[in-house]
Structures are given as C-alpha cells and as structure tokens.
C-alpha cells in the first residue's frame, strides 16, 4: 500500500498558528478558549459579525422548510433574495441595476460577468487594471495582475490588457473598442488597499461608454456596506454595466452574485446562464437576513463612524498611513509590516497582510466594537519595532 505524509486537507493558505473553533460578534475563539478581535472576518467576509442571532436563525429555520432545489424549480426566497438585494443596491444612489444572478463565490461571479461581456458585445479580449485581482478561474485569473498564481495556466487564459491603476491618461490613450470589457475593484484589496479617485472612475465610465464596452465593478470585498454605502459604484456615483459581489453577502454562507443592468439583463435569455448551487434557499435566507441586519443596525453608518475611529486610535502611531475607506483599510507601514502582525496575534487581535508587504489589512465585521478598536490602537502603541 502506497504511503504518503500529505494531510487528508490540502493546505492551501498558511494557516493561523492557532485553531479557530467559535465566534461571536467581533471575536473568534481558539481551541484554548482564548478571544481575539478579528479585524480579518474571515478575509473580509463576516460582514454582521460572527453568529449573528439573526442570520443564524434566518438560515436554521430555511433549513428547517427547505434546504436545497435549483433553479429548475421556483423558490419564493429566492425571489425575495433578488428583489431585497436589487432595492439595497440602489437604496443610496440609483445606480440602475434592475436583476441578479446567483452563483457561488467572487471568482465566479466575475467568471460569469466576463461571459456575459464577451456574448453580448461579441469581443474575446478584456482589460483589467496593473495591481487587481479578481479570482482563480479562468477569465477572472486572466484579469488578475498576480503571475505567481496566472502564469502556470498562461496557454488558457484569454488576452487581457492590465492599465496602469488610477492613470487618467492611460485611459485616454487606449483603444477601448477592442474589449469587451474593463474589470476593476473599486479599491484594490490585494494589492494593499489601493483608491482611485472620482475622477478615474467619471473618465473610465466616459470612455467605456463612448467605445459600447461593458463596465463591470468587481465589488466582491467593497460591496454589501463596507465602505458606507450599498457598493461603491453608489459612493462614487458611478452606473457600471455590471457589478460583481459575494465574500459579506451571506455572512459568511457561500454565495456570489452578478447584478446588472435592465440593458445588460434584457439580452440574456433563458440558457445563457446556470448554476445548480447559485441561489440556494439557504444563502438567499443568510442574504435577505443580512440585509436586514445592515438596515436595522445602521451598519452602513457604523462602517464610516468605525473607520473616523480607527484613523484617530492610529494617529501619531508607528503606522504612517491609513488606507482606503469604511471597513476595508490598509496599515501602511514605513518597511515590512509582518512583525507588526505577528505582535497583533500575539496580543489577541487579527488582521489580514497583502502583496505589499508595507501594508497590513483590517476588513472586520461592519459592527466592529469600540472595544475592539481601543484595544488595536493601544496594541500597536504598545508595538517596539524591531526594524532599524
């Protein structure tokens, strides 16, 4: 009998050094009963917290009535889900999303928003943005600026232009009449928390217009509230043809969506998409809760007032800058930042690193404690830097 010593789990990410077993608002729980605030969520993910009594019992009780059918069969929470989802999206601005497919995750919401580009405009070629990263399947990895993880499947991917991020000019200067769409995070996550300004994003929308090429918001970690709005297509006042949203949707139940617009919507016909598990009754019932939470706890307003606190908790610390917007912000430090988020661990608090390794990520849940951040700002006054 052939041996081997991999584990029976794969390991695909180097894991915390610790176990994690239980949540409960802001907080995680090892193995040893330890608490820490969890300022990752999950990589941006828990969006009203852990176990949320609200979520927790919206998807018991659909568990309870029902589990699962597809899309074969209609499934009246699966229609709540879409119109709730729709409404919310345009509650601040409107920003003219008329219907929703469900999917699974981010990657394939932007796999699927790259499909419908390329069948309505009849174009095979994309452009993306230098720093982004929009997932591991095949259109999204061909759009994402990561050659460690595209490189390996270079003969599949299919031809996409990466623009340099937040380059008026280089937006001037390209053709956009040659693809079929232009994919962007409205801040870009991965890459260290990077903004554009209002500005970029007019022109881009300007220019994609003018060239009858599809504009598609990857908001898989900006949307659902995070930056103290719906999506930030609504922040920046901004109609994309699609946006793409997923990680927050379901507090932490998978699931993805691509809204779109009635342009955009009206050429699909029945077919075109698909999906067995998009849309389940379980996430639909984790999203309409969701959104009830966000609403009923003014989580919107909590991002904001959560993100003016943390600014002011860091003022004057080893941190030089602060990042992005709402609850998805960067700690930019003035050298390597991994000694500070090994101190933060060490401490009882959680945060997320990036690609740039100056930069250390918060993403935690909208209702963030004030506990949590008096507790972050004094931890990292308390840091000694170790770098000379």
Request: net charge neutral.
């Amino acid at each position: 009998m052939q041996t081997t010593s991999s584990p029976a789990l794969l390991v695909t990410y180097l894991p915390f050094p610790f176990p994690l077993v239980r949540g409960k608002g802001d907080r995680v729980f090892d193995d040893a009963g330890r608490s820490y605030f969890d300022f990752y969520g999950g990589h941006c993910v828990c969006s009203t917290g852990h176990a949320h009594p609200k979520v927790t019992a919206a998807i018991s009780e659909q568990a309870n009535e029902l589990l699962f059918y597809s899309s074969a069969a209609t499934v009246p929470v699966r229609n709540r889900a879409a119109e709730a989802l729709i409404a919310f999206a345009n509650s601040r601005a409107d920003i003219g999303l008329a219907s929703v497919f469900f999917c699974n995750s981010g990657s394939e919401a932007n796999e699927n928003a790259l499909k419908i580009a390329a069948k309505l405009t009849g174009r095979y070629r994309f452009a993306a943005f230098e720093g982004g990263w929009h997932g591991r399947a095949i259109l999204p990895l061909s759009a994402t600026d990561d050659p460690k993880i595209s490189q390996p499947f270079a003969p599949l991917l299919a031809p996409c232009c990466k623009l340099p991020w937040n380059d008026e000019t280089a937006l001037d200067a390209f053709d956009f009449t040659q693809v079929a769409a232009v994919i962007l995070e409205p801040i870009q996550s991965m890459s260290g928390v990077r903004a554009a300004t209002p500005a970029f994003f007019a022109k881009l929308r300007a220019r994609t217009s003018a060239a009858s090429t599809l504009l598609i918001f990857d908001e898989v970690q900006t949307g659902m509230g995070r930056l103290g709005a719906p999506f930030a297509a609504a922040k920046y006042i901004v109609r994309p043809d699609l946006i793409t949203s997923a990680k927050g949707i379901a507090s932490g139940v998978p699931m993805g969506a691509v809204l779109m617009s009635e342009a955009v919507a009206g050429q699909l016909k029945p077919g075109d998409l698909g999906s067995t598990f998009g849309g389940s009754p379980l996430a639909c019932a984790a999203l309409l809760a969701t959104l009830e939470v966000i609403g009923e706890e003014q989580l919107m307003e909590r991002a904001l007032a959560a993100e003016t606190k943390i600014r002011r908790a860091l003022a004057g610390t080893i941190v030089r800058a602060v990042r992005g917007a709402g609850l998805l912000l960067g700690l930019e430090m003035s050298h390597g930042a991994a000694p500070l988020k090994q101190h933060l661990e060490a401490n009882g608090i959680l945060v997320g690193g990036s690609h740039d390794p100056a930069v250390l990520r918060l993403m935690p849940p909208l209702n963030a404690s004030d506990e949590a951040i008096e507790s972050l700002g004094k931890t990292i006054r308390a840091f000694s830097d170790p770098a000379p």
